[in-house]
DNA sequence: ATGCGGACCTGTTAGC
DNA sequence: TGCTAACAGGTCCGCA
């Protein structure tokens, strides 16, 4: 489900509800997702208030006193804002459940998505210090992707989905820059020039913030937190698009897996 | 170091 | 209509 914009989209639904707000209790139902969530979770969070909540790549992190709380969604995972006692269903993993008593739930069908604990400077954890670039920063230029795409033989769109290099980049968005940038996503990262790197950048940029504003990509399931679709669906030019004319030139879209990952293209507009 | 395939899961859909 | 296989928004790990 989601990349940078669902998981932006997802903060930004949640954070006024639990910024500042203490919690009450945690209930875990299943803690088998990517990574066992902690069991001592209840007792750490208990009392606690939430002081600030960030993004960082796809990860989510919520401040407390104590430490910081990383959320992530992994494929399938959302996050919602509940009315109190609202039953839980099937893949409803994890409640922090506040004194107002809202409760903040995940559900994650496939379990892709992690939620764990660290006390000490969070953007150290083994799961973040590796991060590269904020797309949306001002680090993140056409020049940086140059340099670090010198040498390089991996297709671009494998490389812009490398979270060392660039967070917040998945299937959906890498397809659809790559299209507006022109750019033929099999092209080796090594081979791509400055200009064009300049070109998909500002794409990325454009794109990603574009689809912050309607909300995000709904395919199916994702819902923000008030569980209302995202509506960039209707603005995607290629991602989902196989056989389809292009949108420019009304050549039929290609599609071809790579690195395992299904990828739309126009053979004529992007060289 | 790099690059590739496999792994982790469940749900939905396409095809026979 | 019903079964099966393929595929899905992510990303870590181990092996060549």
Known sequence: ??????????????????????????????????????????????????????????????????????????????????????PPQKHDHLDIEFTNHKILRLTDPRRFGACLWTDGDPLNHFLLKNLGCEPLSKDFTGHFLFQR??????????????SKIVVGIGNIYAAEA??????NPNTPAG????????????????????SIK???TTLKDFLHSEGKPGYFKL?????????????????????IRIGQRSTVYCINCQK
């Open 1 to 86: 489900m989601p990349e940078l914009p669902e998981v932006e989209t997802t903060l930004r639904g949640i954070e006024l509800h639990i910024k500042n707000q203490k919690i009450k209790r945690v209930i875990i139902r299943n803690r088998n997702l990517r990574w066992p969530i902690p069991s001592h979770l209840n007792k750490t969070l208990k009392d606690q208030v939430i002081t600030n909540g960030l993004r960082r790549g796809k990860y989510l992190l919520f401040t407390t006193a104590k430490g910081t709380l990383i959320l992530h969604l992994g494929m399938s995972g959302n996050l919602r804002i509940l009315p109190p006692k609202t």
């Open 149 to 162: 795409g010198q040498q390089k033989k991996v297709a671009i769109k494998t490389f812009l989905m490398d």
């Open 178 to 183: 790559l299209f507006a940038a022109r750019i």
């Open 191 to 210: 081979e791509v020039k400055l200009h064009q790197y300049e070109v998909l950048v500002t794409a990325i940029k454009k794109i990603l913030r574009a």
């Open 214 to 216: 309607q909300g995000g």
């Open 235 to 255: 603005h995607l030019k290629v991602y989902g698009r196989g056989n389809q004319p292009c949108l420019n030139c009304k050549t039929k879209l290609t599609e």
